[in-house]
């Protein structure tokens, strides 16, 4: 918006892109987990190459010693029944929540239910607002967890979308609520540090915040162009 006002052009400081999220309590199926997001994105096979990197920073992580689930919501179930035949392939085994009140589309666990993975089908504007952190190779879905005050660690794929040009721009215009890592070695190691400490997580968080400003950008948008395209010529 400031850098709009340096050339005269008009620019309103609340987010489009945060109308009707927030952030919210979990279902109680969820009580007892540490719960994540993870975005591998939106264009197969894109998608899928950086779903198995993200899986690889899930394996560093499961050895936590609180229950933890990945949320993963898609707009392809053709991708969420790919993923969940990739996961069984390595050993997972799908698994059973207590009840529905998550509306996972799918679930699979290799431990047990220590760890889960939960598909959910367009089901992001529903478990943004759950999660304490992102593990993200995503655009847009990764800048409204940091408008809900949600700190992402994003690990660079090989594109056509999100490659280490883009992810560095991200975290830059985003204030290092979201981190930027090269490896799944190093992104692991970034998201134990914020689930750990916090103070971190809510000095990240509130970073995202102010970045992203607060929702209500879409009426106000609506008005000016309703203003533009109505008002007379002069």
């Known amino acids: 918006a400031n850098n709009l006002k340096r050339w005269k052009i008009k620019a309103i400081t609340s987010n489009p892109m945060l109308e009707k999220l927030k952030k919210k309590s979990p279902p109680l199926v969820l009580k007892d987990y540490e719960i994540l997001m993870i975005l591998p994105g939106s264009r197969v096979p894109e998608l899928h190459n950086n779903f198995r990197r993200m899986l690889k920073i899930i394996r560093r992580l499961n050895n936590r010693q609180k229950k933890l689930i990945y949320l993963c919501p898609l707009t392809s179930q053709e991708s969420i029944i790919q993923l969940g ?72 794929g090989k594109g056509p979308q999100f490659i280490k040009t883009f992810a560095i721009r991200q975290e830059r215009i985003l204030g290092g609520c979201v981190q930027v890592s090269i490896n799944t070695k190093m992104a692991a190691k970034k998201v134990n540090k914020i689930l750990d400490d916090s103070n971190l997580r809510a000095l990240l968080g509130s970073i995202g915040k102010h970045r992203m400003r607060q929702g209500g950008g879409a009426p106000l948008l609506a008005k000016e162009i309703k203003k533009t395209i109505y008002s007379p010529e002069k």
């Open 85 to 156: 035949e990739y996961l069984q392939n390595l050993g997972y085994r799908g698994f059973e929540l207590p009840d529905n009140s998550l509306k996972a589309y799918s679930a699979y666990s290799i431990d047990a239910g220590k760890s889960i993975i939960a598909f959910g089908y367009k089901t992001f504007m529903d478990w943004a607002g759950y999660c304490k952190i992102g593990i993200t190779s995503a655009g847009t879905s990764t800048e409204q967890l940091s408008g809900l005050g949600i700190p992402s660690v994003s690990i660079i």
